[in-house]
């Protein structure tokens, strides 16, 4: 159970909030002319006030200049993508060379894939968590079939509700990890909300000699993350849920510096060939020593430019801070839900584990005995 928090402490709470002004930076959708409380920011988040001028901007780059709008006015855009670069490397974790702002989260898993899984004969698996996202499961499985050595083994819990617990993925990597190439798991349950302890399942299964990767689609800009420390490597995120992009918005990717080295396979594109010789285009492809190596594309400006605008309020906040908030809120929702189902007698099961240390800033309930009905009523 939670502690129950009465309105007055509340408007405490909120009193003392350091990230307050913050609130202020994001257009709330309305209805009936008043804002609501949205709380569908894990599937796609709000849009922050930045955006319409961050845009604007790029609109008359290209109508002032056209294509010389890569080399002029406010943010040239051939270098554009590296604006974004230090924010996301202060939100994963890592060093700047380590990250780069690029394409969609099931392509950059799939490109990702076609560097670190790389199965043999003896070490043919492909291990996940059992009820991925549906995007993850179509794209491990099709990679596993792809490869003649080819073979996805899925981490099953006994929770039918849920995804496997840590000790459940940890006893797997245990007892099949020398058969393992490759370990990919989302950092942050989508569905149940559960946060995964990342450095202690890394060590594990690269103790097993794989290489481990995470999908970070529910973990960036919620979590902290340390993704360099944590020796992880690689990983990729999609960026319109927590990170405000905009739907659809660019993605993001990370691989270890580790793995930079011309000697690990790449899926190439011009992108990311050396920058210094792009241009001569040479007829061999000599990736660029950082994250980048794995763009393919030119990058798209629109979209990078509203994730600017985002990244520049979460470059605003102090991320312990943050984390503190994220939890204090799910602490009074907890508390909210308990109180509502004492006081009703509606059985409300929490599917998020109720640790913080085992969650971001999801709850997952279930209304027991009620159908889609009730669900349509609370939205
Ligand atoms: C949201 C989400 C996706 C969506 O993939 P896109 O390529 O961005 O459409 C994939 N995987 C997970 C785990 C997600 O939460």
Known sequence: MNRFISTSDAARLDAADSLASLRAEFHLPTLDGEEVIYLTGNSLGLQPRGVESALNTELESWRTYGVEAHFHGPNPWMPYHERLTDSLARLAGAKPSEVVAMGSLTGNL??????????????????????????????????????????????????????PTPDEVLKAIAEHGRRGATLLLGGVHYFTGRAYPIAEITAAAEAQG????????????????????????????CSYKYLNSSPGGVAGLYVHERHHGPETFRLAGWWGHDKASRFKMPAEFVPERSAESWQWSNAPVLGMAAQRAALDVFDRADLDAYRAKSLAMTDVLLGLLDHVSAQTGQEIKVLTPREPQHRGSQVSVQFVGRDRRFFDYLV
């Open 210 to 237: 794989m290489l481990v990767g995470w999908d970070l689609a529910h973990a960036m800009g919620n979590i902290p993350l340390k993704l360099h420390d944590w020796g992880v490597d690689f990983a990729a995120w």
């Open 110 to 163: 799939h490109t990702l894939l076609a560097s670190f899984y790389r199965p043999t004969a003896e070490r043919p698996l492909l291990m996940c968590e059992a009820k991925a996202f549906p995007s993850d499961q179509y794209a491990l499985a099709s990679q596993a079939q792809w490869h003649a050595h080819g073979e996805l083994f899925e981490i099953c819990g006994t929770d039918p509700e849920g995804a």
